[in-house]
């Protein structure tokens, strides 16, 4: 046990936070909390330049196009994102580490290459990333928003982080997690709250909500977050941004500290969130390339695939077949997220693919069986990682809970760790269920081949992100629509359609058929001006380890989108 | 329970299976017992013609050719590795279950196919293949060498059984396993005990033991084990023929009973048996390449890799540098062994590649952990599966023990299981530092780049199979030099050297400084005599995934072995 208390230590760490912020970044002209959308502000605000404006508004692919080309150097693309990653941090308290000056350190050095050789480090060269704090950097700490796990800086990289820095990337922040991981809301002791840029009464999502926030606002090219049961598409749907979860192994998650550690069976993995696809792509291209199997060893002998990518197994993209999931057959989505799904079917088609309905299948009991799996021994987990100093284990995301001392408001967790564990046998028999419901759902896959039109089964089916869209803080209670697709290991790619809620077209709905109380309440649940501006996101899901063709087919599935509504 | 006793059950098994035995194949010329090396006797016994002979000495790359051109047919081909695995079964005890009726109903299926359309059905047209008995083949039992599994015949095939019969091979027999699989030995009940056809006196084996006798004695060209921690190579090694330990889900599993279903951290895989390394690898190719993640959710995608094969990331295979692994600092190999690296090590320098030593790494806390995570609910696995009828748990390999009714003599069982088992949090932290072993060890490897003149680390590793050859029966009390390869999930390919036990080539060394008791004790137990007539193998080692390229380094070991000691 620390001989400090545990807020005495989380005051120290928060001054460190600030501190660490270059004093002329900080902004007096801060809208009131009563502002409540405040994706706008950064433009507005005055600190950044027209420069600085236009390197955060260009698409990855063409920013790294501008920086190989010396167009615009890597100390002002860092300054740029810097700057308004720091204005991020402000409106929505999304980072927990910055280290700015290392990386314009390091982008010097990057533009002194440059210019030296007329080569790039690498396909990231001078590009800014954005970390989830669980991922290492030596020199800087990795709290996981533990109070005891904090002044304990990282004496290395992760995998990740030097395979990145190998890359050309610049490396500047850390974003925000909820204490353990293991929520779909991002709070925790030792940073607070991290709110929604487009609503800030409404969550960021978690466990890389820090991430989903500052992508949202520009503030990073491509952020990674981990994503075990929806921790990359949760805040990649409530931020509106573009979020990849690949299958296990295939980004390397080597030297990146972790709930749960030593659960071999569903495994959290690495992904990138982006403001496009091509951040995706760019990503997961140029750090499969650097043979990740070499240095990690769970990382997957998976080279990138150009023929996936094409298509080639999916009738090179020329017309697809989408399965659509209208609902989980758990609980029915708000009429936001059913709109999203309804502009997606009219833009496929009217691009020329086909569209099904694809029918859950135990949905419920893969989502059981994930929280049984992660509940067996969590409960110790949590209780050994913030012992030390005797801070509490969070046990809401409620806003009443962040003054520590009033009792916490009854509210029902993602996920709630079973307090005394279950034997290895247990767990084995649950995981053992686990394996047959994969094979069950793989068959019931492979057995729409007799509905489309291609020869083929479904190529890849559409998804809600959640049953909501971005919920009030405290709110985000089930992940069904995520969980399903980690305990499957299927890869999952989320696409925002560019609409937000409207209270007109969004209006409430006639009840429906309820299939529970969980149904009624979140049918009940549903009120538009609640969810204000919240944006609308679907995912595109895809077999196990195919990443390449999911790239390519939520290609086509935004492209649709963009054609079928374009943007002004 | 059942009303019947296990014994009567038994009874009726054993009738069954002599029944499903051709009558005009069962020899009564069969050497006596005190005959112990019985590996010429299919050819002399008068029972095989000599197109028999011809065709189950032909190296089964040859083989394919000529089923392919018709030369044999597929009858003639299933007939004559038929007739000698039945003769294997008298000589050994090697089979489980027997169905050649129904083999050459469609080995004459697809002869009429050919002569028909002038085309194969696939790669494997007409090759008969044998299978370990826990892979699911319909309307046949799959027991395991449980006595509460039998007569319930399976109701389809396992996944395995289903692309072999796609790509055209012949099923036809199901071979011996210790009761539980977990076991470098073969006994059980139900069908009693695989002995070594080398030496009867020697064991097999295990838990592929029935393979690894019937491969040896030429019963099949290619036959399918499994192993989680040495249960293919150990009786590709005791028996003296290749085998292959591939990665994790590289051939799928989905489909087969097994032993601690739902144990999700160190996994068993399937892996052919051959006598040759092209039959590995026709079998490797041909399974791959029907994409088996399509229907098991569990294989991994990734295709077979033919650069890989070729060597390309290793310099083309002009010039290797392999690390010989001379004794893992627990146990200090037999003579026998120790000659089988040296003899390598000629072999492999005259071919011109180099060789360095190979320092092991934590190997003693490699094996202690996949013991702690096996028999974390292994206790309760077992009695689950043996308690329907009453059978007893099989706690001995010793040849005492065929008496049941006698009380066991001591010995040490390869795999204890923990009676009580452990609680899922201690499981997690031995994975977790299993996990945490696995860098360390990767990191040890990529370290030898500095010794090696290729400039890249070690390119395979050389590695006993055992500190011993095949020991007599019960004595097979340490799986180290193989189970290691399994937590690292390394691939590791058993090669014979050609070379067999020999008095006076293999005299006892003087005692060198005993890492422990346990070394101490193998030490005293070698004497030539009691291994008389054993093989010596070795393993070729590679990274995860990459068994394109170690079956490419193997055959480059291969032929050197034969190059520099050819065969008369």
New interface residues.
């Given amino acids: 046990m620390s001989t400090q208390h545990w807020k005495e230590i989380v005051a120290q760490k928060r001054q460190q936070r600030t501190e660490s912020i270059p004093k002329e970044w900080i902004l007096t002209n801060l809208p009131s909390q009563d502002t409540l959308n405040v994706i706008d502000f950064p433009e507005s605000c005055g600190l950044l330049t027209e420069l600085d404006i236009q390197i955060t508004n260009t698409e990855v692919t063409l920013l790294l196009e501008k920086l190989a080309q010396g167009t615009w150097s890597a100390v002002e693309v860092t300054t740029a994102f810097a700057k308004r990653a720091i204005i991020a941090q402000q409106l929505v308290n999304c980072l927990t580490e910055i280290f700015v000056d290392k990386a314009l350190a390091r982008a010097a050095e990057l533009d002194a290459h440059l210019k030296t050789t007329g080569k790039v480090v690498g396909p990231l060269h001078g590009l800014p990333i954005s970390l989830k704090d669980q991922i290492n950097v030596k020199g800087v700490d990795s709290t996981m928003g533990y109070v005891s796990w904090a002044f304990k800086p990282a004496t290395k990289n992760a995998v990740l982080a030097d395979i990145l820095e190998a890359n050309g990337a610049v490396l500047y922040v850390k974003t925000n997690i909820p204490q353990t991981l293991m929520w779909g809301e991002t709070f925790n002791h030792v940073f607070g709250r991290t709110t929604n840029p487009y609503n800030r009464n409404l969550t960021s999502g978690g466990s890389s909500g820090g991430e989903g926030a500052l992508v949202a606002l520009k503030g990073c090219p491509i952020g990674v977050g981990s994503d075990i049961g929806g921790s990359v598409r949760i805040p990649s749907a409530f931020n509106g941004v573009y979020g990849l979860r690949g299958s296990y192994g295939r980004i390397p998650y080597?030297g990146c500290v972790n709930s749960?550690?030593?659960?071999?069976?569903i495994l959290s993995v690495l992904g990138p969130l982006s403001n496009s696809i091509g951040g995706l792509k760019v990503f997961v291209k140029s750090v499969v390339d650097q043979k990740p199997?070499?240095?990690?060893?769970?990382a997957?002998?998976?080279p990138w695939n150009e023929e996936e990518y094409q298509l080639i197994e999916h009738g090179k993209g020329e017309k697809l077949c989408f399965g659509i999931l209208w609902d989980d057959g758990i609980t029915k989505p708000h009429p936001p997220v059913i709109r999203g799904l309804e502009e997606t079917k009219k833009a496929l088609l009217a691009a020329g693919h086909q569209v099904v309905d694809w029918k859950p299948l135990n949905h419920g009991e893969f989502y059981k069986a994930a929280g049984s799996i992660w509940s067996?021994?969590a409960a110790?987990?949590f209780r050994v990682s913030s012992a030390p100093t005797g801070e509490p284990v969070i046990e809401t995301m409620d806003l009443s809970y962040e003054d520590v001392d009033a009792p916490p408001t009854e509210s029902i967790p993602l996920f709630r760790p079973n307090p005394n564990?279950?034997?290895?046998?247990?767990?084995?028999?649950?995981?053992?269920?686990k394996?047959d419901l994969?094979?069950e759902?793989?068959d019931h896959w492979?057995a729409t081949a007799v509905v489309t039109d291609t020869g083929r089964p479904v190529d890849a089916i559409i998804s809600p992100c959640a049953a909501y869209v971005a919920p009030p803080h405290g709110m985000n209670k089930s992940a069904v629509y995520t969980t399903i697709w980690n305990v499957?290991?299927y890869v999952a790619l989320v696409v925002p359609t560019g609409k937000f809620v409207d209270p007109v077209l969004d209006a409430p709905r006639p009840p429906h058929e309820f299939y529970s109380s969980v149904d009624k309440e979140n049918y009940e649940f549903y009120k538009p001006e609640t969810f204000k501006d919240a944006p609308i996101t679907i995912q595109v899901v895809g077999?196990?380890?195919?990443e390449e063709a999911v790239i390519g087919m939520a290609e086509i599935v935004d492209a649709a989108l963009k054609a079928y509504s374009p943007k002004l």
């Fill in positions: 080597g749960l550690e030593g659960q071999d069976s199997w070499f240095v990690d060893p769970l997957v002998r998976k067996a021994a110790e987990d564990g279950i034997s290895s046998y247990e767990l084995w028999q649950v995981q053992r269920r394996r994969r094979q759902y793989l492979n499957l290991d077999r196990t380890l195919e």
